[in-house]
């Protein structure tokens, strides 16, 4: 029998606002542990949450971007669990009526785009952190994360493969990432996944019986537990066996996963809506005021990149996969009116720059103006394509600009017809041999004399004149 996989995410996604969800204290990460609290987050008695107006912004701007509806009316309810990083004992979170419903994020998958339904959106608070030492018979607790605001985007079970899964949660975290409301930071935990996966037979319409991955903090892992979670359940169903619903770990030091906890031992939250929050009337004013401040979304950069600038798709989906990117770009397109150059330049010397550095875009030691500006004297034949890569290293290298350092060394491309001639002619008498054997039939001799030629003027002939002078000399020897 023929199965398929199915498989659904919930993103939980730390939000970038100045203080908590529901009390003033800051959000800022590593201060002193449990210096950022206050009695509303240590979960004191008689302290009385109040809604952070900036996480519910940032949660409907979210909603908007994913085609959310947003439901007029949502309710806060708190989530029943005992545990020593949760003061209170429960965690407000959504249930029955969640900010946003019924949505839908278009992804890249091997058999082109596709929609993926969102389910819904939902506001919650982060619990705070255990720390582990072995070498004591306790453990400490830091409340400073506790209460930040946090959003549960979950998708349908509507994704089919790893890969899509790995597309999906892509673009989710770039929407995120793009509205500037995450910093998207899976290794400090403010982008992590639950991955869940079923298989059933091609053809069939209802779910089969799922697992549940928790945690995953990489697109990679996300693709690998998946894949060894499709495996198994094939292996157990394959060989007469049941899939047994529980929560799963995926180690990625053995590349497997193992069973955390079964249903029977899944918690039973007895959520209920909170009391101490009235339920949350989002304004229509709120709503059109978000619309108005969506930025241009990943996809829709990418389709006008393609459209105006007439770059490769795979190209215009790398350069738009971060904003900031995007933007170099365009700067450099502004000064330096090429886009397929620019592209070229940045998919390749630029990123592999940018990939050697720990900071991003916006501290790139070039700027836009200075990369204008190479590419400038390039196509002005002033430096030759080669050695305007050097010259982008040391660029990159001093942060000085392309004129200045083409200048001082000069670099500048040797185009001057006669100089030209008379190192070539020098090139040719100093090798008849190869000269003889060119005019009889090896062609291939041509790229010698070039490289001979390049060696002579260390780099800086004009390739394309060095050309034409070879094949008319070349000529002039078959008398
Ligand atoms: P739970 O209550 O266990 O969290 P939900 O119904 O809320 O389950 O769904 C959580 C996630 O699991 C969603 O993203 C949903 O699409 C996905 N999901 C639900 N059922 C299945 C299934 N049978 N196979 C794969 N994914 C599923
Ligand atoms: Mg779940
Ligand atoms: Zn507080």
């Known amino acids: 029998m023929e199965f398929e996989a199915v498989i659904g995410l919930e993103v939980h ?15 800022k990460f590593g201060s002193e542990p449990n210096s950022n609290t206050c009695p509303i987050c240590q979960g004191m008695p008689g302290s ?18 994913c085609n959310c509806r947003i439901n007029e009316i949502s309710r806060f309810a708190r989530k029943n669990y005992y545990y020593p990083d949760l003061p209170k004992n429960y965690q407000i979170s959504q249930y029955e009526l969640p900010v946003a419903e019924h949505g839908w994020i278009e992804i890249d998958t091997s058999s082109g785009p596709r929609r993926i339904g969102i389910t819904r959106i939902h506001m919650e608070e982060d619990a ?53 409301i995450c910093d998207g930071n899976m290794e400090e935990g403010s982008f992590r996944c639950d991955a869940n996966v079923s298989i059933r037979p091609n053809g069939q319409r209802e779910l089969g019986t799922k697992t549940e991955l928790k945690n995953m903090n990489s697109f990679k892992n996300v693709q690998k537990g998946l894949h060894y979670e499709i495996e198994r359940h094939g292996e157990v169903l394959g060989a007469g066996g049941k899939i047994v619903q529980e929560t799963r770990l995926f180690d990625p030091s053995t590349g497997a996963t ?17 009391p101490d929050l009235l339920p949350l009337r989002v304004e229509p004013e709120l709503i059109e005021k978000m619309r108005g401040s969506l930025p241009e979304l990943p996809r829709e950069k990418k389709e006008r990149f393609v459209r105006d600038f007439g770059i490769p798709e795979y190209d215009a989906g790398v350069l738009t996969s971060e904003r900031s990117l995007a933007q170099y770009f365009e700067d450099t397109v502004a000064i330096f009116p090429n886009p397929k150059s620019v592209s070229n330049w ?18 790139a ?89 390049m060696k002579a ?23």
């Open 258 to 274: 193992v069973s955390m906890r079964s249903k029977e031992q899944a918690h039973d939250y007895r959520y209920f809506p909170d």
């Open 365 to 453: 030691p070039v700027d836009p103006e200075n990369l204008g500006q190479l590419l400038k004297m390039i196509e002005d034949g002033i430096i030759s394509g080669k050695i305007g890569k050097t010259v982008f290293e040391e660029m990159w290298s001093s942060g000085r600009g392309a004129d200045q350092i083409v200048k001082e060394k000069g670099l500048v491309q040797v185009s001057d017809v006669s100089e030209l001639t008379d190192i070539i002619r020098t090139i040719l008498d100093e090798n008849p041999n190869q000269v003889a054997r060119y005019l009889g039939g090896k062609n291939q001799l041509l790229a010698f004399f070039v490289g001979q030629t």
């Open 48 to 65: 009385l949450p109040v809604l952070n107006r900036k996480a519910l912004e940032y949660t409907v701007l979210m909603s908007l971007a």
């Open 128 to 180: 705070g952190k255990l720390i582990h030492d072995e070498r004591k018979p306790f453990s400490y607790v830091d409340l400073n994360r506790t209460g930040v605001p946090l959003i549960e985007i979950v998708s349908e079970p509507e994704i089919r493969t790893p890969e899509e899964a790995a597309s999906y949660l892509r673009a989710v975290h770039s929407i995120l990432v793009y509205l500037g």
């Open 346 to 363: 940045m998919m390749t010397e630029f990123m592999r720059a940018l990939k050697g550095q720990d900071a991003g875009v916006v501290s």
């Open 13 to 27: 996604a730390q939000l970038l606002t100045d203080s908590k969800a529901f009390c003033s204290c800051t959000t």
């Open 457 to 479: 003027t260390r780099g800086k002939a004009n390739p394309q004149l060095v050309n034409e002078i070879l094949l008319v000399e070349l000529e002039k020897f078959r008398n």
